[in-house]
């Protein structure tokens, strides 16, 4: 979600991060944003997440910009919150711990739920074990 005002049917220019990792060495010195001037449009269903429409030129009539690339915003920095994808789920914290012999490192895995599990043999054997019995977070 933009915490910048965005409004619809407004002429807006914005300056986007531009960075490709070819085009250097065929052209050499390449710029690093890109600007674009245009009027803010509806999106579509199938836009990226945190995007917007704008109107563009006879060469690519609508352009469609992730928040993420945007550095400014009608001369403005642009300032957004990126939002949570419920289709995504949340990623697991992963811990390396060391096991009771030196050198022997195993996985604690933790969900978002709280729930635990570990890559010893102990806990595959028993569903528990001391590595997460005696880890901290």
């Known amino acids: ?39 803010v449009v509806g999106s579509a269903d ?3 997440k945190d995007s917007l429409r704008i109107t563009g030129d006879q060469r690519m009539p609508i352009r469609v910009i992730t928040f993420a690339k945007i550095v400014k915003f009608n001369g403005q920095p642009f ?15 992963v811990v390396q711990v060391e096991g009771s012999k030196p050198g022997k490192f195993y996985t604690i895995t933790i969900k978002e739920d709280g729930s635990k599990s570990c890559s010893c043999p102990g806990f595959g054997f028993r569903g528990s074990c001391k590595h997460i019995d005696n880890y901290k977070a």
């Not at 919150?81 to 289709?87: A, G, M, N, S, V």
């Open 1 to 39: 979600m933009a915490d910048t005002k965005i409004i619809r049917d407004e002429e807006v220019t914005i300056e986007m991060e531009y960075r490709s990792p070819r085009l250097p060495e065929v052209f050499g010195e390449q710029p690093t944003t890109l600007t674009f001037t245009g009027k």
């Open 46 to 48: 199938y836009d990226p």
């Open 79 to 93: 300032k957004y919150t990126p939002t949570l994808d419920p289709k995504k789920p949340a990623q697991p914290k």
